[in-house]
T-cell receptor
Framework: GNSVTQMEGPVTLSEEAFLTINCTYT??????LFWYVQYPGEGLQLLLKATKADDKGSNKGFEATYRKETTSFHLEKGSVQVSDSAVYFCAHGFYFGSGTKLNVKP | DAGVIQSPRHEVTEMGQEVTLRCKPISGHNSLFWYRQTMMRGLELLIYFNNNVPIDDSGMPEDRFSAKMPNASFSTLKIQPSEPRDSAVYFC???????????????FGDGTRLSIL
């Protein structure tokens, strides 16, 4: 079947800390993978994507690598900012994870 | 560029009333999606359309929910009669032509926050 599993939140970090949000998926075939971000009161926005195995998507300092062998697409950022506080969703096609809330404290 | 436009942004109504949510997708997008977001269940796909035709409505909770897409620039999600458990944020999204393995990202509206009293 098709599904996306991501780590439970909330994740609370201090500014400039390293961020990892884990995401694994099950899929028929090899779909494109996405990370979306949702700020309060808004819809989801595309953060980054990767279309095939070993591709790395990146945007605004965030990165994620499409790992076919581990069916994973973990989101990372080297130094988070308060403005990164939001809910992050991993997805493929129209299968979304449950979202991980990130709180960054100054 | 105009994004996906949803209306109303907020709706408060009493149970038993009919509720109609509206969506204008991005021009040129062939696929349109309706989602429901709640704390308990997260983001749920209700239905999606390709080229104005409903493709998968298996996520529609029950017969009280219906969705239409009369043309490429407009879609509605209707709940009749509404119940308190329908309270949620409803999102519309659009993309270039989609299937379950699509590499096309979805563009979301800002949602309609629905409260049924």
């Amino acid at each position: 079947g098709n599904s996306v599993t991501q780590m439970e939140g909330p994740v609370t970090l201090s500014e400039e800390a390293f961020l990892t949000i884990n995401c694994t998926y099950t899929a028929t075939g090899y779909p494109s993978l996405f990370w979306y971000v949702q700020y309060p009161g808004e819809g989801l926005q595309l953060l980054l994507k990767a279309t095939k195995a070993d591709d790395k998507g990146s945007n605004k300092g965030f990165e994620a690598t499409y790992r076919k062998e581990t069916t994973s697409f973990h989101l990372e950022k080297g130094s988070v900012q308060v403005s990164d506080s939001a809910v992050y969703f991993c997805a493929h096609g129209f299968y979304f994870g449950s979202g991980t809330k990130l709180n960054v404290k100054p | 560029d105009a994004g996906v436009i949803q209306s109303p942004r907020h709706e408060v109504t009493e149970m038993g009333q009919e509720v109609t949510l509206r969506c204008k997708p991005i021009s040129g997008h062939n696929s349109l999606f309706w989602y429901r977001q709640t704390m308990m269940r997260g983001l749920e796909l209700l239905i999606y359309f390709n080229n104005n035709v409903p493709i998968d409505d298996s996520g529609m909770p029950e017969d009280r929910f219906s969705a239409k897409m009369p043309n490429a620039s407009f879609s509605t999600l209707k709940i009749q009669p509404s119940e308190p458990r329908d309270s949620a944020v409803y999102f519309c999204a659009s993309s270039l032509l989609a299937d379950s393995t699509s590499n096309q990202p979805q563009h979301f509206g800002d949602g309609t926050r629905l409260s049924i009293l």
